[in-house]
C-alpha cells in the first residue's frame, strides 16, 4: 500500500489543472496553510463530498502510569479528529453513493 505525499498531491494537480510544477506546489501549500490556520483558531474545516476537521477541547483527567500503577495528570489540550462524510465512507468501501442520498 502506497501512501500519498505532499508533493504526489502537488504532482496530480500539475498533471490534472496544467499549472506549472512550482504553480501547482505552491496552490498546495496555500490551501495546506489555509487549513491549518483555520483549525489553529478552533474553527472546524468542513469540505463537502469528503468530510469535517474538528478541534476538540479534552479536560484535564488522571491517567495511570501502566508499569507503577502511579495516578498522573493529564492536561487539558486540544485534538485534531476527522469525521469522513458519507460519500467518502461509501468511495472507499466500493459503493456510489447517488446525489442526494444519505445511506
Request: proline share 4%.
Amino acid at each position: 500500500m502506497e501512501t500519498l505525499t505532499r508533493s504526489g498531491l502537488a504532482e496530480a494537480i500539475y498533471a490534472e489543472v496544467g499549472l506549472s510544477r512550482n504553480e501547482s506546489a505552491a496552490l498546495l501549500e496555500a490551501v495546506l496553510d489555509r487549513l491549518a490556520a483555520v483549525l489553529e483558531t478552533g474553527e472546524s474545516v468542513k469540505i463537502s463530498g469528503f468530510g469535517t476537521f474538528l478541534v476538540r477541547k479534552k479536560g484535564q483527567r488522571i491517567g495511570r502510569n501502566p508499569k507503577t500503577g502511579i495516578e498522573v495528570p493529564i492536561l487539558p489540550r486540544r485534538v485534531l479528529t476527522f469525521r469522513p462524510s458519507q460519500v467518502l465512507k461509501a468511495r472507499i468501501n466500493g459503493k456510489v453513493l447517488a446525489a442526494g442520498d444519505k445511506t
